[in-house]
């Protein structure tokens, strides 16, 4: 089954590195427990310098062959650190480094009393406990949980007659970054202020915005805590949920099953997970991978939180400090017993290939990898070759002693006195100081410096971790961050490669709440978070054409927003044109009833003899019939694109025009009432007839008019309006009245005329007179009253081209009721039945309505 798995991966891996990453992907075990299931986190050692060569088979005896796990490879970290100083020529010449190293200081929680009482018994383990001057100097070097290393620091540091610095190469915890209480306590590691800005890189480029963060309830995880809170608040990026694991296991335990609910029920995918490997954070992600929680898993290079199976959508993605590559280190330990060339050794050699590199040029193929070694042995005897962040700090804190030793012994000291070993018992007391300010770069060109607060930020490799078979985990480094770049640029990822390891760029999303899309904005509750949010629609003629808007914007007035609501349209111009239907058959009407009434004139004078044209006032009908034409031309100024000049003509026209044509009317009524009604004597009579003192009523009542219009026009004159709210996606232009006030002006003295003319013809009705047009004026007046009554609010219900349409409409339609109501019986009589167009009928039809009366 190996065999075919590891074959499957060797032919299906198409890496494609970006020049900025150094591709290396690597194998590992997932072995960090002791033989009680233990989280080990580090050893315990002492380091001095003696004066005498020591060759690398002095390191041999502390290793034994069948017991190469994870543990172990601190030491052998330490031991070819030591080897690669001891052959600098231009470090510690005649100096040496060397450690002593006992298995049971690795063990979880360490005997603390019975390590007090060895050293009682054996001065050699501590050798800085000797007031010996010929003793060597010795350094502790630990990577064990802050509360062992606290107590070992004051062990060392009050039981002892020297200075005694302790290095640690463990997670960096602010609880021993106090320099005034722990002056000879040095962290190799740095304090991970780039750690949030890295991670909010990260998150941002996946476009995630909920995040679950799970730490440790203690010092270390409240300041990581506060760098990333700072962090993800400048980027809109929010917790889902904060998980602080208790370090206490009874608490823990009491708690367990809140901490798994609070994970489980929240709608992020993504989780962060920060804290000491060693402590109960651990065991609650144990937990958790066991219950095959699918999630997006993001932390630290040093945890081993890998998902149960392999899965497109979820993983572990870790984030290591970025440091150069050190060489010679897997030479270093398969060469470091003499094993015989019996095939039996060669085995047991062979996992150390087991660790597979990929190709530096291109990260194509997978070389010097193991495919004869079962599972269960490879198991039981591998570890990851790579330099993890303990080891890489194991690696600086050899050199940081080694140049201190160099610097105090050849620079700053050489007039020392050196008699009696005196020289010697100086370094030991005044080695902690200049540790402190010692800077150096080291072999592979990364800067090192001591002081914790003159370090630089760190850059952090980012990798990609998925489950091999049977807990082989397979890491790919798939990018880079950096905060030397300028923002924006700092993070750097390789698609490809993300696409290789995970088998898919497809990442599931983590947000609190889906985005609102165009022609949507969101609006939050106060009991929401900040990312949380509800999406509405756009107000009406409001747009948003981007993710996640606040507010809307207003379209401008010439542009309406399409269905979506997410873009702005230029609006339609309308107006009663003459291509319109409504405005071609408007017009037609003008046209027609405009002819009509020209052919009723032109009967009228071709007929101009006849009596029943000449008893009701010739020039009073033709008068009105001019005027009756010119009212049905007035509407071909209502329809087409309105300006200034129409605006105002078509106010001015039709309302002189009408008035001339009502003041005729009156004008005719008036002159029947003359005729049979005024009770002067026949000479006062007979001159108001002849005289025709009635047809002055036709120039005065149209002065009238005439200078109510010039008051229109001094006060606010019509003039072209744009409409762009009564139609939706349409501007409609029209014309503005003006002075609305100055339009029913027009319209009241019009009504007056009219209903004057009404009155008047109403009551001379049944006159004597073969041609009596009373009757016919009572009722085109009736008709003229009823059109202009039911106008008005017919007019103020309607908007643009309607509302022009119904103006017209009534104009046509009180102008046809006169012409139809007075004319069209005496067209018929004049053309149709002539024998009643005579003298001799005149004559008897007075005589019989006399008569009658």
Known sequence: MFILTLSFLLLNIPLHLSGFIYPTCSWRIKQNKDKNGNERIGCFFLIQAVKRPVEKEYFSHFFNTQKHTEIYKYSLVLAFSMIEVNRNPDLLPNMSLVFSFQENICDWEYDIPTFTQMNLHDHGILPNYTCRDDMPCGVALSGLYWVTTLKLYTILNNFISRQFPHLTYGPFDPILSDHEKFPYLYQMASDDTSLAPALVSFIINFSWNWIGLVISDNNQGFQFLSYLTREMEKNAICFAFVSMIPVDMHLYMSRAEVYYNQIMTSSTNVVIIYGNTGSTLAVSFRMWESLSIQRIWITTAEWDVTPSKKDTLYGLFAFGHHHGEISGFKTFVQTLNPFTNSDENLVKLEWMYFNCEVSASKCKTLKNCSSNLSLEWLMANTFEMTFTEGSYDIYNAVYAIAHVLHEMTFQKFHNLPTANGKEQNYLCNKLGGPLRKIHFTNPVGDRVNMNQEDKLQEEYDIFYIWNFPKGLEFKVKIGLFSPFFINGQQLHLSGDVIEWARGSTQMPTSVCSADCGPGFRKFRKKEMSACCFDCSPCPENEISNETNVELCVLCPEDQYANMGQNDCIQKALIFLSYEDPLGMALSLMALGFSAFTAVVLGIFVKHHSTPIVKANNSTLTYILLISLIFCFLCPLLFIGHPNSATCILQQITFGVVFTVAISTVLAKTITVILAFKVTAPQR??????????????????????????????????????????????????????????????????????????????????????????????????????????????????????????????????????????????????????????????????????????
């Open 684 to 853: 006062m009579r007979k001159f108001f007839l002849v005289s025709g003192v009635s047809n002055y009523i036709i120039p005065i009542c149209t002065l009238i008019q005439v200078i109510v219009f010039a008051v229109w026009l001094g006060v606010s004159p019509p003039s072209v309006d744009i409409d762009t709210q009564s139609e939706h996606g349409h501007i409609i232009i029209v014309c503005n009245k003006g002075s609305v006030t100055a339009f029913y002006c027009v319209l009241g003295y019009l009504a007056c005329l009219t209903f004057v003319s009404f009155t008047l013809a109403f009551l001379s009705r049944n006159l004597p007179g073969a041609f009596n047009e009373a009757k016919s004026i009572t009722f085109c007046m009736l008709v003229v009253c009823s059109v202009w009554v039911t106008f008005l609010p017919v007019y103020h219900s309607t908007k643009g081209k309607v509302m022009v349409a119904v103006e017209i409409f009534s104009i046509l339609a009180s102008s046809s009721g006169m012409l139809v109501c007075i004319f069209v019986p005496k067209c018929y009589i004049i053309l149709l039945r002539p024998e009643e167009n005579s003298l001799k009928m005149i004559r008897e039809k007075t005589s019989s309505h006399t008569h009658v009366s």
